[in-house]
């Protein structure tokens, strides 16, 4: 599937805003584009139109952009990128941490924003059909990564996992037993423009072995290479 015929949902309560970026993305191809004034008409807008991506603005009338994140996160694991004012690094790692797909700050440069949006559906898309020329699930002790469906199963209990997290599992899988470097990871999870999320992978990280460990403070699958980066242990560690 073409990634421009994705649909695309953006929250911002400046109109101008809105229809100056909608008209970037009809420009690179998009056509599917649905917008939002407030927390609430995104809710509504997604429960109507069941976008495929969302870009959101962290400042809105009726609440914040974050809060927003973790009420459509609780419906669906969909790519969703900050679009903010707020340019102070813990609202960007803070926003990154949630477990957002990318947080751009205004003003930004139109053909930057429609790059990032490519390169998000296209990780966030294709990821799927990557997985079905390779084993779709990874057993790690009593748990149960399934790829094809981005969850952990441990017993009953399924945790989803978010675009970003499988990114980086599936890279240390590639490389199960050896060292995956800190820049490694992060190009895999952020693409080209991957510099400066060192700090943010390590709460992905960490949100990773909550969902895999038994006990996520002394981990057994997900290891720390000190200085380098990470390392997914073998079957018998």
């Not at 998009?30 to 069941?50: C, D, P, Q, W």
Request: charged share 30%; proline share 4%; glycine share 8%.
């Amino acid at each position: 599937m073409d990634i421009h015929q994705y649909k695309i949902m953006l929250v911002d309560d400046n109109c101008d805003l809105v229809e100056m970026i909608a008209g970037i993305l009809k420009q690179s191809g998009y056509k599917n584009i649905v917008t939002a004034g407030s927390a609430a008409e995104a809710l509504e807008v997604f429960r109507r139109e069941n976008p495929d991506m969302a870009v959101l603005d962290v400042m809105l009338p009726d609440g914040d952009g974050f809060r927003l994140f973790q009420r459509l996160r609780e419906k669906s694991q969909i790519p969703i990128l900050f679009l903010s004012a707020k340019d102070e690094d813990r609202d960007r790692l803070f926003g990154l941490g949630l477990g957002a797909d990318d947080y751009i700050t205004k003003p930004f440069l139109p053909p930057e924003l429609v790059l990032r949006i490519n390169a998000i559906l296209k990780r966030s898309y294709q990821f799927g059909k990557e997985q079905e020329k390779e084993e779709t699930a990874l057993r790690l002790g009593d748990c149960q990564v399934m790829f094809e469906y981005g969850v952990v199963r441990r017993g009953e209990t399924e945790l989803p996992l978010t675009a970003k997290e499988l990114a980086i599992l599936k890279k240390l899988y590639e490389n199960r037993g050896k060292i995956v470097t800190f820049d490694a990871l992060c190009s895999a999870a952020w693409g080209d423009s991957y510099y400066g999320y060192e700090n943010t992978l390590m709460v992905h990280i960490r949100h990773l072995r909550e969902k895999i460990e038994q006990d996520p403070s002394h981990p057994r699958w997900l290891l720390t290479a000190r200085g380098l980066g990470y390392r997914l242990a073998q079957e018998k560690p």
